[in-house]
């Protein structure tokens, strides 16, 4: 019987990826081929299996969330591979002619992917599918938190790959940090900031390149000109999406003082048209677990009690029991900056709405923070949108839309600082888990025997033109 512990199999990998090579072209178009179809053909279990973990998750936000961006990664990926895998030609310049150079694209060899419960198929297939496009063998631990999906991405992954090209390891803290610690090639970790701070540790020790997809407070900040009415549907569907679960859901928003009551307003006209109940409502879904229910009501309990205004939004006046986790949208109006509703990230249908007196003050009130993961930005202003473009930091932007910078595969996916490094999707993912190896070849004459001691007058003629200013 195989050693089934992660060393064991990561060593495995190891071993089949310096025996077979990297695969080519064709063999990694098939690869993803037959994923796509497996990812297709497994998607309603897949659904199934979330919305059993979740206790309650949206059939259409699983489809529209997590299959759809894994096959759309698949076909950008089958399409782009031959243009990202080409070898390009570069001019190693004058001081070394007639040689050429190169630069390579290597596969690093095993991947390792951890993966949080938000989205529990999508982020652990999207970098499977950037891994497998780059060439590379994958290991993949998702999160304790949904153990039915990790279960059915086992059974998937294991009647498509050997354990020696791809394998899960399944298990929680315990195991993710164990898994950190082993000497991958490259190690992709999505989760919270402070699990990242002890991967980076974790990974330090072998010196192992590490992508963190970390989560943060993103903004959405209201020019003084925007259409109040579109904003606030556009950022009541992005934060309702998954009942606010997700890494770049909308956190707070900034609007220009005064605003905050039609802001408010048009918000609860849009939940009522999205959900126009929550308790039996299909489209709407349970928040995770009863310590993150705990939580979030707690956030809310905090703020009523510092005597900050409190909309709850329950359109049918249900009042949903706490044991069914679905957790009315709640709106929380200038919220004081100490409340942990304003201190961490939420991670629920909570949003906090805050006034700024001028633009600049709300650029200000996002850079006395950590840079987000996120920012949306609401105006049809050019010159406000330059402003925060150029004066702020954060992951990506989205302008008059919420959350749909994720989905563009042309468009580099990750944070910055404490919302992480480095970054995936598209051609960004295959560049992360390749080496872009430099390689410089030398014509048969080579002019370096010109400076190879002993140093004479023709050595000094060409340093002196090495040296011109
Ligand atoms: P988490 O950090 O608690 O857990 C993520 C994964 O890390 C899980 O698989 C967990 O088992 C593992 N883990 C836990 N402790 C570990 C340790 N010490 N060492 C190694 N691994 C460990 O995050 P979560 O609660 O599952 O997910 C929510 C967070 O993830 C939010 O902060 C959210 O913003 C962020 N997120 C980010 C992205 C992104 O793409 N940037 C996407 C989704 C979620």
Request: proline share 8%; aromatic share 8%.
């Amino acid at each position: 019987m195989n050693d089934q512990s992660p060393a064991s199999i990561l060593e495995r990998q190891r071993l089949a990826f310096l025996r077979d090579g990297p695969p080519d072209l064709t063999q990694r178009r098939a690869t993803l081929k037959r994923l796509a179809h497996a990812v297709k053909a497994s998607a309603d279990e897949l659904a199934g299996a979330i919305c059993a973990d979740f206790g309650h998750r949206s059939r259409h936000e699983t489809l529209m969330a997590e299959i759809f961006p894994v096959l759309a990664a698949v076909r950008h990926a089958r399409f782009h591979l031959w243009r990202w895998m080409r070898p390009r030609l570069v001019w190693p310049g004058l001081e070394l002619a007639p040689s050429r150079g190169r630069i390579v694209q290597q596969p690093l060899g095993v991947v390792g992917v951890v993966s949080p419960w938000n989205y529990p198929a999508q982020l652990a297939l999207a970098p499977l599918v950037a891994a497998l496009a780059a060439g590379n063998r994958v290991m993949i631990k998702p999160s304790e938190l949904t153990p039915r999906t990790a279960e059915t991405l086992a059974d998937m992954l294991g009647g498509l790959f050997s354990a020696d090209e791809v394998a899960l390891v399944q298990g929680g803290p315990e195991v993710g940090a164990a898994f950190c610690r082993l000497p991958f090639d490259h190690l992709l970790f999505t989760g919270s900031t402070p699990v990242g701070r002890k991967v980076l540790a974790a990974t330090a020790d072998n010196l192992t390149p590490t992508t963190l997809e970390l989560g943060g407070k993103s903004p959405c900040v209201i020019a003084p000109e925007a259409d109040l009415a579109e904003a606030a549907a556009s950022i009541a569907s992005g934060k309702l999406m998954n009942a606010g679960q997700t890494c770049i859901a909308p956190d707070y928003v900034l609007l220009p003082a005064g605003a905050q009551h039609s802001f408010a307003q048009h918000f609860a006209e849009t939940v009522n048209k999205l959900f126009p109940s929550l308790l039996a409502n299909p489209d709407y879904t349970s928040i995770i677990n009863d310590h993150h229910y705990a939580r979030l009501a707690q956030m809310i309990d905090e703020a009523r009690q510092t005597g900050a205004k409190v909309i709850v939004l329950d359109p049918a006046q249900e009042n949903p029991p706490p044991q069914s986790r679905k957790l009315a949208p709640t709106l929380i109006v200038d919220p004081g900056e100490n409340l942990s509703v304003m201190r961490e990230e939420i991670f629920g249908p909570v949003l906090p709405v805050v006034g700024y007196e001028s633009f600049e003050a709300a650029l200000d009130f996002v850079n006395a923070r950590p840079r987000p993961l996120a920012l949306y930005y609401f105006g049809r202003e050019d010159q406000n949108l330059q402003k925060l473009l150029t004066r702020t930091h954060s992951g990506g932007v989205t302008v008059n839309e919420t959350l749909s910078h994720f989905i563009a595969e042309n468009l580099p996916f990750g944070g910055v600082g404490p919302s992480g490094m480095g970054a995936y999707h598209g051609e960004a993912g295959f560049r992360a888990f390749s080496h872009a190896k430099p390689v410089l070849l030398q014509s048969r004459f080579n002019s370096r025997i010109l400076l190879r001691p002993p140093y004479g007058k023709v050595s000094e003629a060409i340093l002196r033109v090495l040296l011109r200013g």
